[in-house]
């Protein structure tokens, strides 16, 4: 199986993130602070890339059961201690799709971009598909 470029989703997703024009920002919930990120870094694989990915491919799994096989390694030096090496399903339209409807449901949510409710977004996902997969397992 072939990976996706990485560096063309990247790429995509930093002129996506620019061109909506809100500020993208990072809360630190212990003091309720704001930090700005850039699109570039909020777009990079090694930065915040692999949570929009990972909430992409929550909506994705939700709608096809199937995932982007992301290639997600944990690199202490990264600002999430994460970065995303390869997506090895689907194809560049269809992660690219799935990172819009992500980013533009949260660019609905507040003034700005915020990462922090990319995390929320994962987790309603996952509680959907746990609703759904006894019904459908029980319907085979």
Same mark, same amino acid.
């Given at each position: ?25 990072? $809360?630190?919930?212990?003091? /309720?602070?704001? +930090? +700005? ?11 915040? #890339?692999? +949570? ?6 929550? #909506? ?9 096989? $992301? ?5 202490? =030096?990264?600002?999430?201690?994460? *970065? ?5 399903? /689907? ?19 507040? =003034?700005?971009?915020? $990462?922090?409710? $990319?995390?929320?977004?994962? /987790?309603?996902?996952? /509680?959907?598909?746990?609703?759904? *997969? ?7």
């Amino acid at each position: 199986m072939s990976a996706i470029d990485l560096a063309a989703i990247s790429a995509a997703q930093t002129r996506l993130l620019a061109e909506i024009g809100k500020p993208i920002e990072l $809360l630190d919930r212990g003091t /309720g602070k704001r +930090v +700005v990120v850039s699109p570039a870094d909020a777009a990079h694989p090694e930065a915040y #890339l692999p +949570v929009f990915l990972i909430s992409a491919e929550a #909506l994705w799994l939700e709608l096809t059961g199937t995932g982007f096989a $992301l290639d997600v390694s944990r690199t202490p =030096d990264s600002a999430l201690g994460y *970065a995303v090496s390869k997506v090895r399903a /689907g194809s560049f339209t269809v992660v690219m799709l799935c990172l819009i409807d992500v980013t533009m449901r949260l660019a609905e949510m507040d =003034d700005a971009l915020v $990462l922090n409710h $990319l995390i929320d977004f994962w /987790g309603e996902a996952h /509680g959907r598909i746990a609703d759904v *997969a006894p019904t459908l397992q029980g319907a085979t």
